[in-house]
């Protein structure tokens, strides 16, 4: 590889381009890319093949290797994984899929998934609020109960910071502006309701007291 021309190319401008750097006295950051990534992605831009090929193939291969799944599936963006995420537990080539009256949570960085169910999906790195975004489209909210939406109340001598649940409801209100307001239910209440519920999304959301709880409601496709 390191005696392809392309390969050559890009290397001589990639040390021209830092090689200017090297003097600057504070450094606000280190490059992205190094020089075998943007060869491996401009000859894949070549080939036109961008979003499937055997470089992707090769990928998911070793990401299942790496962790042990049985599939992975790349896609274009996060917004699109979350959007995948939502819709292969609402298909209905999915015997155990997400029906209506189910309740599934999403969790902050610190809530104990695996203490209290068996289903965990990770969207590490993730807000809560930029995923409510993303899935609400495809996520009816329950029309037949009074709070369809929960969250953990502050234990005792705490507080919570009014501003998670201001950012959760922008990203519901856009989606459903007459959301019913808001339950706060005791900590070991909400465990309780995890135990039973249908999954826990773990986020990379770092808000205290983030975690949030949806009940679903009626949809085409349940």
Not at 12 to 35: A, C, M, Y
Not at 41 to 60: A, C, D, P, R, Y
Not at 207 to 217: D, H, P, R, T
Request: net charge positive; aromatic share 12%.
């Amino acid at each position: 590889m390191k005696n392809n021309f392309l390969y050559k190319s890009i290397k001589n401008e990639w040390q021209k381009f830092h090689s200017k750097r090297k003097n600057k006295k504070i450094k606000l950051h280190e490059p992205t890319f190094g020089v075998e990534e943007i060869f491996n992605f401009t000859k894949q831009l070549i080939t036109t093949n961008v979003t499937m090929g055997k470089q992707v193939e090769s990928f998911e291969k070793k990401i299942c290797d790496k962790f042990g799944f049985r599939y992975a599936v790349s896609s274009n963006s996060g917004s699109s994984a979350n959007l995948l995420m939502i819709s292969a537990l609402m298909s209905n080539l999915y015997s155990k899929r997400l029906k209506k009256n189910d309740e599934i949570i999403f969790a902050d960085a610190h809530f104990p998934a695996y203490s209290f169910n068996k289903k965990i999906l990770r969207a590490d790195g993730v807000r809560i609020s930029d995923l409510l975004s993303s899935i609400l489209p495809l996520f009816v909210l329950d029309e037949y109960v009074l709070h369809p939406i929960v969250m953990m109340a502050a234990v005792e001598g705490d507080s919570l910071d009014p501003s998670v649940e201001k950012r959760y409801l922008e990203s519901i209100n856009s989606i459903y502006p007459d959301t019913p307001k808001i339950e706060r239910i005791d900590r070991f209440d909400f465990y309780e309701r995890t135990k039973g519920a249908f999954a826990v999304v773990v986020t990379g959301e770092t808000a205290k007291y983030g975690n949030i709880l949806i009940k679903k409601g009626v949809t085409l496709i349940n």
